[in-house]
């Protein structure tokens, strides 16, 4: 059981498409995160929230568009997204601090056509 | 930025047997966290360590806060083939402002030969 959720779980969207991705969390955090996982590579953070204000945002594009109103809820708006930008998108959550112990969603699987 | 180095990058074992992988940084961490990534799922936090030196162990596995605090390392013992998986290793990293980011490993990739 997991207290981050994420939808939808997979998702397939033309490059001209919009849709959004939506994490929720059920722990009481005041932070959370958005990252990207491609093959083979690290886990990118792309976007950080501390009580609802963007604190990060790691050099992302801006067909990426993050939203959070409210410290539970996190979406990421996706459009005109490029084939190369698939990859699992977690959503992580975490108290707030120094410790940052981030607790992290099951994902979202998407593909690019 | 930062970076974590682990190892090895995958390993293959029998069940039954124990395992250890390791993650070293160029820096100083005050946290050290171990994950396991199923396929296809977020990564679950497995151990959390907080001081250097300590030694934390959560059923079969065991982690260990290196003293420079520029390392820790992850034992399984008596293997299982749900053990297989990617571990990861992560420590938080002052990103400035009074802001955290997590600093992760490229992970190790296990696989278990029943």
């Known amino acids: 059981e997991t207290g981050v959720t994420q939808t939808p779980r997979h998702l397939v969207m033309g490059m001209t498409n919009k849709k959004s991705l939506k994490c929720e969390q059920h722990?009481?955090?005041?932070?959370m995160y958005w990252y990207k996982q491609s093959a083979k590579k690290p886990l990118e953070l792309m976007f950080v929230?501390?009580?609802?204000?963007?604190?990060e945002n790691n050099s992302v594009p801006s067909r990426f568009s993050p939203e959070c109103p409210n410290s539970s809820h996190l979406f990421l708006h996706l459009h005109t997204l490029q084939p190369e930008d698939s990859a699992l998108y977690l959503c992580?959550?975490?108290?707030?601090?120094?410790?940052?112990?981030?607790?992290f969603g099951p994902g979202t699987r998407l593909l690019v056509l | 930025g930062q970076q974590l180095n682990q190892s090895p990058q995958s390993m293959f074992i029998q069940e039954g047997e124990d395992v250890s992988m390791n993650c070293t940084s160029s820096?100083?961490?005050?946290?050290w966290l171990w994950y396991k990534q199923d396929p296809g799922e977020g990564p679950v936090l497995l151990i959390a360590?907080?001081?250097?030196?300590e030694l934390t162990s959560n059923g079969r596995l065991t982690a260990q806060f290196g003293t420079t605090r520029k390392d820790s390392f992850l034992n399984i013992s008596a293997s299982i083939p749900s053990d297989v998986g990617i571990y990861f290793c992560?420590?938080?990293?002052?990103?400035?402002?009074?802001?955290?980011?997590?600093?992760f490993g490229k992970g190790t990739k296990l696989s278990v030969i029943p």
């Open positions: 992580a959550s975490s108290q707030g601090g120094v410790q940052e112990t981030q607790y």
């Open positions: 722990l009481g955090h005041n932070a």
């Open positions: 929230y501390n009580f609802k204000e963007q604190t």
């Open positions: 820096s100083i961490f005050n946290t």
């Open positions: 360590l907080y001081k250097a030196g």
């Open positions: 992560a420590g938080p990293s002052d990103s400035g402002a009074g802001s955290y980011q997590l600093t």
